[in-house]
């Protein structure tokens, strides 16, 4: 969840710490902190709130050693004290991940005398590696994390040594390649414009990164080759260009997110044919957006392909103790692949023999070690922690999954439909008018989002996205559970948003209209279907017009559209869209 980026080399580490924190923004941004090694001592700067609060503290600093760290809280509140960087004797770390067995390694060192001054788990690491520290920082790390349960990507400097040692199991963290110059960091964008080599740590891994040179080692310290693949991440498309919020610019960039999305399965279908053959159920996993992908893969792959399907979220899925059977794929959706849940989904579902489907946006992630096959989502760098363009990668890469499986090539009629969804999802982008029903909703109780079958889920994305960005409440609902609780909840401060777009359907998600309406709450009502707005117009309050397509894609223009009404709320409401509170990108850790 929290980012981390070090540096060793000829350059000033304070800038190039400072402006890869904020690239790493995105992954938390309770706290900020960094750790200079300058003349022949250890500068520690941390504060709680955004990375720009590091700023004016930073004026002045000047040191060819240094990590950084933006953190989303797990143990301890946000604070200064419980920042990043932390430190024991000469000994300083930033850590991302969850150390499990943190109490009782703290227990154990306090009964020999330690004093700890933060309240969270990764101070632990730093006492352990001070402890086992005999002049050799990389023996000392390999023998603290060989204490550690859980999840760690880490670094530590010294004092009197140029040269970071990082470590990693289960939290991601790649090295980059410069002259003269090398760094470490969570992920490629941090090092966006400034590396253009790097390597993927693997779990167990233990590097000295110096700026003549890297050195990786395994779990026994043994010298290993990792790969050196090219830094896919491009400094230029992490701009907000003429948009006020990266939320906004990633929805109007929806269109690109699907047009790339398709042209990119063409490089994985026959190896997911090859994988899906002989298939006879599917379960879908993923964690809050991505399950709501997964419930329209469900629909996809029932419709199309007419073999059973489900959808489950990956954290309750990875614990049920699933029964798989001969013939079952999983597919795992993650838009960064790190997703700790997914992952150990995925990798419970491989160990019994399923075959394993990667979706995701990041295709040098875990998730993507753990698959047969990876499905690419080609929505690219997605700075804002509520997903959109992510969302509807997804889903066109599941609409294509389903048709594969259902043996439709690629000249298919279904497949045709797919191509003229990006000049759709554009016409809503541009053109959708949101801002009178988000202020309806900015002033409500309560947003409840309903529809019924492929509109149901939608309508929990609806739901989540608000929740995610304004924090108000609500929940997204099967238009025809109305009658079954929910109705008790609706008065005159409360707003229903129905989604509407299959027309075999029509006529029953009218009647819940009417029924809201009766009861005195406000409703308003997304659709394409025709003749529905002269029915309803003395009973809904507001309308928003979708352009007409297949009911099956309906959800790459209706999520577009209950997306761009959370973000217009969030505005009104004076919210931060890109940065939600206690909320973080990546959920690295259960």
Not at 279 to 297: D, K, P
Not at 456 to 463: D, I, K, M, N, T
């Amino acid at each position: 969840m929290c980012g981390i980026i070090g540096y060793v080399g000829k350059r000033n580490a304070a800038k190039i710490i400072y402006e890869g924190l904020k690239r790493l923004e995105y992954r938390g941004y309770d706290s900020a902190g960094a750790a200079f090694i300058c003349g022949g001592k250890t500068a520690v700067i941390k504060k709680e709130g955004k990375v720009e609060a590091l700023a004016p503290y930073l004026n002045g600093v000047y040191a060819n050693v240094g990590i950084g760290h933006t953190r989303w809280a797990t143990h301890g509140k946000p604070s200064d004290i419980n920042a990043h960087p932390h430190s024991a004797g000469e000994i300083t770390i930033v850590h991302n991940g969850i150390i499990e067995n943190y109490a009782e390694l703290k227990e154990t060192l306090l009964r020999d005398g330690v004093a700890f001054s933060s309240d969270t788990d990764s101070e632990v690491a730093a006492h352990l590696i001070n402890k086992f520290y005999k002049g050799d920082l990389t023996e000392a790390v390999s023998q603290a994390v060989k204490m550690l349960k859980g999840s760690y990507a880490l670094m530590a400097i010294r004092a009197d040594e140029n040269r970071i040692v990082a470590a990693r199991y289960k939290s991601p963290l790649i090295i980059g390649y410069g002259g003269g110059e090398n760094f470490c960091a969570s992920d490629e964008p941090a090092l966006a414009g400034i590396c253009e080599r790097i390597t993927v740590l693997e779990d167990g891994d233990i590097a000295e990164i110096t700026a003549d040179g890297v050195n990786i080692y395994d779990g026994n310290l043994q010298l290993v080759i990792r790969g050196v693949l090219p830094n896919l991440a491009v400094s230029e498309s992490l701009g907000l260009g003429d948009c006020p919020h990266y939320m906004l610019k990633e929805l109007k960039e929806v269109p690109k997110s699907v047009q790339f999305t398709h042209k990119a399965f063409a490089d994985v279908e026959e190896k997911l044919k090859t994988a899906l053959s002989g298939v006879s159920r599917v379960i879908f996993v993923g964690c809050g957006t991505a399950y709501h992908a997964a419930l329209i893969g469900k629909r996809y792959v029932e419709s199309f392909a007419r073999i059973p399907a489900e959808a489950e979220t990956a954290g309750e899925f990875r614990y049920k103790n699933p029964v798989f059977g001969a013939g079952t794929a999983v597919f795992a959706i993650s838009q960064s692949g790190e997703t700790a849940d997914t992952v150990e989904a995925a990798r419970l579902a491989k160990s019994e023999g399923a075959k394993v489907i990667a979706v995701t946006n990041c295709l040098r992630s875990e998730l993507t070690r753990a698959a047969d096959v990876v499905v690419p989502v080609a929505a690219g760098p997605e700075i804002c922690v509520a997903a959109t363009k992510s969302y509807t990668g997804q889903v066109a890469a599941l609409y294509l999954c389903a048709l594969t499986l259902a043996g439709e090539n690629a000249d298919g009629e279904r497949r045709k439909l797919l191509w003229e969804m990006p000049k759709l999802c554009k016409k809503v982008a541009d053109n959708i008018d949101a801002g009178a029903l988000a202020q309806m909703c900015a002033c409500a109780r309560g947003v409840y989002f309903l529809g019924r079958d492929i509109d149901y889920a939608v309508a929990v994305e609806g739901s989540l996205k608000l929740k995610e960005v304004s924090y108000l409440q609500g929940e997204g609902y099967p238009a025809g559970e109305l009658k079954h609780g929910t109705l008790a909840l609706i008065d005159g401060a409360t707003v229903c948003v129905f989604i509407l777009t299959d027309a075999d359907l029509a006529g029953k998600t009218e009647n819940a209209v009417e029924q809201v309406v009766s009861r005195g709450g406000k409703a308003a009502v997304i659709t394409n279907v025709g003749g529905v707005e002269e029915r309803l117009k003395n009973k809904a309050e507001y309308f928003i017009a979708l352009p007409e397509c297949d009911k099956y894609l309906s959800p790459l223009v209706s999520a577009v559209a209950v997306q761009m009404l959370a973000y217009r709320t969030a505005v009104i409401l004076g919210r931060d869209p890109d940065k939600p509170r206690n909320l973080a990108k990546s959920v690295t850790v259960e």
